[in-house]
């Protein structure tokens, strides 16, 4: 069916990154060609992302025309089916999802695979990823929804059924049970997350975990972990943590003398006290996402001779199967020995299942913003100017055998949008002792003050993790990237006892207000708080919480009015408002939802900072000039062909461009460039689609 579809080729003659995680990112197209300026001037004339899916006029079944298709799926002799095709009486789930549902395909995604079978673990959990009561049968129409968390929220992903198969056999994740379809629906859905099966080949295990999870991930070598190594597993298992494990010694995926594939990720699912006829013994459970190869060391399914001294009531109580299934069991000196690298992922909501109170979760959204909060490392000039949070720990360990106090918590900085913006910050944190009169450190105070606690180095992962135990008392966290002046989006999360706090920190008004330190957010003076902001959203969405166009238009106007850039509503138009809908509806209903309106008015939040600093003469109109060295600053690089587009289109007949039209601008520019890396699967700068999704793109507006 997909092989049968007329195609438009549309290339490019230098490398795009590849697209990963993120659904609204800003793209940078520094490294795009003329092929790929050429998509950008053609959708710039009028395009918008297509619809989310449709029905099928020949099976009456939902067709999802935005999953991104690449390389992998097309190759001579793949065809895509669904279930129904492939079995005669397929279901969602048989007998429960267990870690035990999930056997790799023809792609490298163990690292996905892992962190699905961490996930079964912990059925609450599950039940959130994976939405029960879907099936085959009562009310199918071959659409699947699955829900992943994405920088600080949950986001629904719909998908169809059709699963891409050789001689009817699934090519990728796959159930032993044949008729069971769950966790192969999940991996594509996931992709699709991604930017399609290809952007699963090789990852990292903690970052599916966050995703799947909310939780914040460690990464901690085995090697330096407590000598009582079952009690800190134990204690991490009891509160719901999820953790992978890998060797990573030797060449990708081959296997040690005894089994133990290196560079491929493990789940770590259990600890156990085993009584044997010589005494006791700590084992861990180990599950392997392939299915196939096992540990061949003491302990083993096969080999190890050690199962004899264990009684058959004990190992029923182990639930130990002797099967080639990919679980097997090890002693922890073992495990230590074959081991190198173990990812903790602590989960950060409530879970009835795990009968504990996890650690409270404080989330604050950022952004480094050249030249305003984007400050660089402590080394450099300009490290006062990166954004600040206080800190207030109150709240102190329930720690019966030590005689001091402390307070501890775990500090964890992610990095939005970078896999699809081509570009990967090195990142860090810092702690410091607040100042004794105000919740503000100055530029005077950082040139004085040594952190208290910081990130070995800057790195540059999508999050770092910093764990910390400090005693009761007020500091000020400090997020920044290693060079001055990189613009990124951030997340901070404080995992922190329940009572203790962390807040922006607010410069003292006695500063001078018109210095550039002070314009760390100067939209400030122009848009409503977000407390007002809120209010405004409940006054004009509709009694079903959905913000429409002519909605959306109400609520901009008055926000506008009511700033320093009051006077520019009168050229908010309707039509800007419909697109900026568009671009943002995640679900093809051209509505917003609060979350869905939440990340635009992120954007409009950041695009403002910027349209403020480039309107040097403050007419609320940006100089043609100034537009490049503005969508510069928010990521965008672009050239002549498109600046010309730009002053024919978006430009009111001064050859100016208003707030609310830079606004527009910025979307549309956005979210194009994200929409052809979404396509760009393989990375190459060259992107296929269809007919009908040329259709879309060009008439969804």
Same mark, same amino acid.
């Given at each position: 069916m997909f092989a049968m579809r007329k195609s438009l080729s549309v290339s490019s003659d230098s490398s795009l990154p590849p697209p990963e995680d993120d659904v609204d990112s800003v793209c940078s197209d520094e490294l795009m060609g003329s092929q790929s300026r050429r998509w950008l001037a053609e959708i710039l004339s009028g395009g918008i992302p297509p619809e989310s899916g449709e029905v099928s006029p020949a099976s009456g079944l939902f067709v999802d025309f935005n999953f991104p298709m690449g390389e992998l799926e097309m190759q001579p002799g793949v065809k895509w089916k669904r279930p129904k095709e492939l079995c005669s009486s397929p279901q969602f789930i048989v007998d429960g999802a267990t870690r035990l549902d999930v056997c790799q395909g023809k792609l490298s995604d163990?690292?996905?695979?892992?962190?699905?079978?961490?996930?079964?673990?912990?059925?609450?959990?599950?039940?959130?990823?994976?939405?029960? !009561?879907?099936?085959?049968?009562?009310?199918?129409?071959?659409?699947?929804?699955?829900?992943?968390?994405?920088?600080?929220?949950?986001?629904?992903?719909?998908?169809?059924?059709?699963?891409?198969?050789?001689?009817?056999?699934?090519?990728?994740?796959?159930?032993?049970?044949?008729?069971?379809?769950?966790?192969?629906?999940?991996?594509?859905?996931?992709?699709?997350?991604?930017?399609?099966?290809?952007?699963?080949?090789?990852?990292?295990?903690?970052?599916?975990?966050?995703d799947m999870t909310g939780g914040v991930t460690e990464v901690l070598?085995?090697?330096?972990?407590?000598?009582?190594?079952?009690?800190?597993?134990?204690?991490?298992?009891?509160?719901?943590?999820?953790?992978?494990?890998?060797?990573?010694? !030797?060449?990708?995926?081959?296997?040690?003398?005894?089994?133990?594939?290196?560079?491929?990720?493990?789940?770590?699912?259990?600890?156990?006290?085993?009584?044997?006829?010589?005494?006791?013994?700590?084992?861990?459970?180990?599950?392997?996402?392939?299915?196939?190869?096992?540990?061949?060391?003491?302990?083993?399914?096969?080999? !190890?001779?050690?199962?004899?001294?264990?009684?058959?009531?004990?190992?029923?109580?182990?639930?130990?199967?002797?099967?080639?299934?990919?679980?097997?069991?090890?002693?922890?000196?073992?495990?230590?020995?074959?081991?190198?690298?173990?990812?903790?992922?602590?989960?950060?909501?409530?879970?009835?299942?795990?009968?504990?109170l996890p650690l409270s979760c404080i989330m604050h959204h950022g952004n480094w913003a050249p030249n305003i909060t984007a400050g660089g490392s402590p080394q450099g000039g300009w490290f006062y100017q990166n954004p600040q949070f206080y800190f207030v720990l109150s709240k102190a360990d329930q720690n019966p055998d030590s005689a001091q106090k402390t307070c501890s918590f775990v500090l964890a900085l992610m990095q939005k949008h970078q896999r699809r913006r081509g570009i990967s910050l090195a990142i860090g944190l810092h702690v410091y002792p607040a100042?004794?009169?105000?919740?503000?450190?100055?530029?005077?105070?950082?040139?004085?003050?040594?952190?208290?606690?910081?990130?070995?180095?800057?790195?540059?992962?999508?999050?770092v993790v910093l764990r910390g135990s400090l005693p009761p008392g007020c500091y000020i966290i400090i997020p920044s990237t290693a060079e001055p002046n990189q613009q990124g989006a951030f997340l901070l999360r404080v995992l922190a006892e329940q009572g203790n706090n962390a807040t922006p920190a607010r410069k003292p008004?006695?500063?001078?207000?018109?210095?550039?330190?002070?314009?760390?957010?100067?939209?400030?003076?122009?848009?409503?708080?977000?407390?007002?902001?809120?209010?405004?959203?409940?006054?004009?969405?509709?009694?079903?919480?959905?913000?429409?166009?002519?909605?959306?238009?109400?609520?901009?106007?008055?926000?506008?009015?009511?700033?320093?850039?009051?006077?520019?509503?009168?050229?908010?138009?309707?039509?800007?408002?419909?697109?900026?809908v568009v671009l943002m509806d995640s679900q093809g209903i051209a509505q917003l939802n609060w979350p869905e309106f939440q990340s635009l008015w992120d954007k409009i939040r950041r695009w403002t900072d910027i349209f403020l600093m480039h309107d040097k003469d403050k007419t609320q109109r940006l100089e043609y000039q100034e537009v490049m060295p503005s969508l510069k600053a928010a990521g965008i690089r672009v050239d002549e062909l498109v600046m010309q587009l730009v002053g024919l289109r978006y430009t009111e007949p001064d050859m100016t461009i208003s707030y609310p039209g830079f606004l527009y601008l910025l979307m549309k520019l956005e979210s194009m460039i994200h929409k052809f890396q979404a396509y760009d699967v393989m990375g190459t700068g060259a992107v296929t689609i269809s007919y009908r999704q040329w259709l879309h793109m060009t008439m969804y507006n």
């Amino acid at each position: 069916m997909f092989a049968m579809r007329k195609s438009l080729s549309v290339s490019s003659d230098s490398s795009l990154p590849p697209p990963e995680d993120d659904v609204d990112s800003v793209c940078s197209d520094e490294l795009m060609g003329s092929q790929s300026r050429r998509w950008l001037a053609e959708i710039l004339s009028g395009g918008i992302p297509p619809e989310s899916g449709e029905v099928s006029p020949a099976s009456g079944l939902f067709v999802d025309f935005n999953f991104p298709m690449g390389e992998l799926e097309m190759q001579p002799g793949v065809k895509w089916k669904r279930p129904k095709e492939l079995c005669s009486s397929p279901q969602f789930i048989v007998d429960g999802a267990t870690r035990l549902d999930v056997c790799q395909g023809k792609l490298s995604d163990c690292w996905l695979l892992s962190a699905i079978a961490s996930l079964s673990m912990n059925q609450s959990l599950l039940k959130k990823v994976v939405p029960l !009561g879907q099936s085959f049968q009562d009310g199918y129409s071959g659409c699947f929804t699955f829900r992943f968390w994405q920088y600080g929220q949950w986001e629904e992903v719909r998908i169809d059924d059709l699963l891409p198969t050789v001689d009817n056999n699934l090519i990728f994740l796959s159930s032993p049970e044949r008729q069971e379809f769950w966790s192969a629906l999940l991996e594509k859905a996931y992709a699709k997350l991604k930017g399609g099966y290809r952007a699963l080949d090789m990852g990292f295990p903690h970052e599916a975990m966050v995703d799947m999870t909310g939780g914040v991930t460690e990464v901690l070598q085995v090697a330096s972990l407590p000598r009582d190594l079952p009690t800190f597993l134990r204690h991490l298992l009891v509160r719901g943590a999820l953790i992978n494990c890998a060797n990573c010694q !030797g060449p990708l995926e081959h296997r040690n003398e005894l089994g133990i594939m290196f560079r491929h990720a493990y789940a770590l699912t259990a600890v156990d006290k085993v009584r044997t006829t010589l005494g006791t013994e700590y084992l861990v459970r180990i599950l392997n996402p392939w299915g196939n190869t096992e540990w061949e060391g003491p302990w083993s399914d096969f080999k !190890g001779q050690e199962w004899k001294t264990v009684s058959i009531e004990e190992q029923k109580r182990l639930g130990r199967v002797s099967q080639e299934d990919g679980e097997f069991w090890m002693s922890v000196s073992d495990f230590r020995q074959n081991f190198e690298v173990m990812e903790v992922c602590h989960l950060t909501e409530a879970l009835s299942e795990s009968g504990m109170l996890p650690l409270s979760c404080i989330m604050h959204h950022g952004n480094w913003a050249p030249n305003i909060t984007a400050g660089g490392s402590p080394q450099g000039g300009w490290f006062y100017q990166n954004p600040q949070f206080y800190f207030v720990l109150s709240k102190a360990d329930q720690n019966p055998d030590s005689a001091q106090k402390t307070c501890s918590f775990v500090l964890a900085l992610m990095q939005k949008h970078q896999r699809r913006r081509g570009i990967s910050l090195a990142i860090g944190l810092h702690v410091y002792p607040a100042h004794p009169k105000n919740t503000y450190l100055s530029r005077e105070d950082l040139s004085v003050l040594r952190p208290v606690l910081h990130s070995p180095q800057y790195v540059a992962r999508r999050e770092v993790v910093l764990r910390g135990s400090l005693p009761p008392g007020c500091y000020i966290i400090i997020p920044s990237t290693a060079e001055p002046n990189q613009q990124g989006a951030f997340l901070l999360r404080v995992l922190a006892e329940q009572g203790n706090n962390a807040t922006p920190a607010r410069k003292p008004s006695t500063e001078d207000i018109t210095s550039v330190t002070e314009l760390s957010f100067p939209h400030q003076a122009a848009l409503p708080s977000p407390q007002a902001i809120r209010q405004l959203f409940q006054k004009h969405c509709n009694k079903k919480g959905f913000c429409k166009p002519l909605h959306l238009y109400k609520l901009l106007t008055e926000a506008i009015q009511g700033g320093v850039l009051a006077g520019s509503e009168k050229y908010l138009a309707l039509e800007q408002c419909k697109s900026l809908v568009v671009l943002m509806d995640s679900q093809g209903i051209a509505q917003l939802n609060w979350p869905e309106f939440q990340s635009l008015w992120d954007k409009i939040r950041r695009w403002t900072d910027i349209f403020l600093m480039h309107d040097k003469d403050k007419t609320q109109r940006l100089e043609y000039q100034e537009v490049m060295p503005s969508l510069k600053a928010a990521g965008i690089r672009v050239d002549e062909l498109v600046m010309q587009l730009v002053g024919l289109r978006y430009t009111e007949p001064d050859m100016t461009i208003s707030y609310p039209g830079f606004l527009y601008l910025l979307m549309k520019l956005e979210s194009m460039i994200h929409k052809f890396q979404a396509y760009d699967v393989m990375g190459t700068g060259a992107v296929t689609i269809s007919y009908r999704q040329w259709l879309h793109m060009t008439m969804y507006n």
